[in-house]
């Protein structure tokens, strides 16, 4: 499969539990971005990568939430102590900017924080 | 906070008819892209239109854009019970990221 990858799937965790998501962007893209879905709105920005630096943060971004891109390859998103309000699909997208702007996302990770 | 609204936010029509969508947005724009998502699934690009087209074309899909009122619409013709999903504009606020802005989407159901 050469789109993009995300894991797990699924995860369910207990309030104040630390969880962490992986991204495996398309291999040649050297952008890579964080969204965050909940029920009924569209995506919302997190943060982005271009290569392994981390170039911009929203402000959605808590202390709490930590992003790396190690090497330019696959990322991580963790969130600390999460919080019932972090329940949201997160969906990681990755783009060559050249010829175009297009994101090719991957199937995302619903977080339920019980 | 999301860029835009769009308009409606459900819609459900009969296969073979024809559904249109709107997107309207705040900022000024370098393009505007249109992406599916199947329930419970990532987003599927569609079609990019750049601010200074007015109306692109993809099969079935057509897209127009206009730049004055900062709103585009997308027009699925003969549309397939497959064609149901949420559909979303995306806009990138001229920002030199690439990030992605996107609207509440539109929720379409295609009856077979």
């Known amino acids: 499969d050469t789109g993009v990858s995300q894991n797990p799937r699924h995860k369910i965790t207990k309030r104040g539990q630390n969880v962490t998501f992986r991204c495996d962007p398309i291999?040649?893209?050297?952008?890579l971005y964080w969204y965050r879905q909940t029920l009924g709105q569209g995506p919302e920005f997190l943060t982005y990568?271009?290569?392994?630096?981390?170039?911009?943060k929203s402000r959605l971004l808590s202390d709490r939430f930590s992003a790396e891109r190690p090497k330019g390859s696959f990322s991580t998103l963790e969130i600390q102590r999460t919080e019932q309000g972090d329940s949201a699909m997160y969906l990681c997208?990755?783009?060559?900017?050249?010829?175009?702007?297009?994101?090719?996302f991957g199937a995302g990770t619903r977080l339920s924080v019980l | 906070s999301q860029q835009g609204e769009e308009d409606p936010q459900a819609l459900s029509i009969q296969e073979g008819e024809n559904a249109t969508m709107n997107c309207s947005y705040k900022?000024?724009?370098?393009?505007l892209q249109w992406y599916r998502q199947n329930s419970g699934r990532g987003l599927v690009h569609l079609i990019l239109?750049?601010?200074?087209?007015r109306e692109k074309h993809s099969g079935r899909l057509r897209v127009t854009l206009d730049t004055s009122k900062k709103s585009s619409s997308l027009l699925i013709t003969a549309s397939r019970a497959a064609d149901t999903a949420s559909y979303f504009c995306a806009t990138d606020g001229r920002s030199n990221t690439g990030k992605l802005i996107f609207g509440q989407g539109t929720t379409l159901q295609v009856k077979p």
């Open positions: 239109i750049r601010s200074n087209e």
């Open positions: 291999s040649e893209h050297n952008r």
């Open positions: 997208a990755s783009s060559f900017p050249v010829p175009s702007d297009i994101q090719y």
């Open positions: 900022t000024s724009i370098n393009n």
């Open positions: 990568f271009q290569n392994e630096a981390q170039l911009e």
